[in-house]
């Protein structure tokens, strides 16, 4: 067996577990010391059969991190870290039609109970936290203002 077709292979193996982007397939490759030129064979022949393809990864990866809930900018922030670039990784997060104040919303609760905090540290920790997981300042007030009779 030839190395390009060992690289072929593994690259095979490793979409077999999950969607890579061809970023990561290239680093994964490179890791187990495959030549350029062969990484870039395989990969190309991927493509072309589809076996990867960008957008598809993007699609894939944004609906399992709005799952957890995340928001839009970490996903956004972790495709670009995959090599998916802002065009196909935004094409991707209008996608979901996901409601991300909803989303906030369901973090929030999980995390802090439904009560709704009047001590400027608490809200402050709550801001910060769904600060990191990626939502924005309008959905974080959302969900850290938000009572069952509004």
């Known amino acids: 067996m030839t190395h390009q ?3 072929y292979n ?3 193996w490793l979409l077999g577990a999950r969607e890579h982007s061809v970023r990561e397939l290239q680093q994964k490759l490179s890791r187990k010391e495959f030549s350029a030129e062969d990484i870039q064979a395989a990969i190309d022949k991927l493509i072309e059969y ?8 993007a699609e894939a990866f944004a609906r399992s991190k709005a799952a957890k809930p995340l928001g839009k900018q970490r ?3 972790e495709l670009k870290m995959k090599g998916i670039d802002e065009a196909s990784a935004k094409q991707a ?3 979901l039609e996901a409601d991300w104040f909803e989303l906030a919303l369901e973090l929030k609760l999980k995390k802090f109970g439904e009560a709704v905090s009047r001590d400027y540290k608490e809200k402050a920790k709550q801001t910060r936290y769904l600060a990191y997981r990626g939502f ?3 959905e974080i007030k959302h969900a850290i203002e938000y009572r069952e009779e509004d």
Request: glycine letters at 4%; zero cysteines; hydrophobic letters at 50%.
């Open 75 to 77: 996903i956004l922030n």
């Open 10 to 12: 593994h690259a095979l």
């Open 50 to 57: 589809n076996y990867v393809n960008d957008q598809r990864f």
């Open 5 to 7: 077709a060992s690289a």
């Open 93 to 95: 997060l209008n996608a």
């Open 136 to 138: 924005g300042f309008d």
